[in-house]
Nanobody
């Protein structure tokens, strides 16, 4: 059973930065796609950023140039560096890994507020 555990969320002031981490249990994740999604109150879950097994990245337009996704296959980790955060980035952030089947983490809350 694959398990994903996110960390790094919290309260940050507008303009600040946070780095989210997601640790995946098991092995073989180097061939998996990995990524981050978020869900704000009253809204649907949306894609934030993804990274393929070969390192190709994809970002939502709303975070391009501010957020950066990376992975460490040796550690079964995926990261999301978030810069220039604004109140619109407030949401629960979820880690996802997938190949044929998808797996989700439990989410970590990010709140951007002064």
């Amino acid at each position: 059973q694959v398990q994903l555990v996110e960390s790094g969320g919290g309260l940050v002031q507008p303009g600040g930065s946070l780095r989210l981490s997601c640790a995946a249990s098991g092995s073989g994740f180097s061939i998996y796609n990995m990524g981050w999604y978020r869900q704000a109150p009253g809204k649907q879950r949306e894609l934030v950023a993804t990274i393929t097994s070969r390192g190709a990245t994809n970002y939502a337009d709303s975070v391009k140039g501010r957020f950066f996704v990376s992975r460490d296959n040796a550690k079964n980790m995926v990261y999301l560096q978030m810069n220039s955060l604004g109140p619109e980035d407030t949401a629960v952030y979820y880690c996802k890994v997938w190949l044929v089947k998808s797996y989700w983490g439990q989410g970590t809350q990010v709140t951007v507020s002064s």
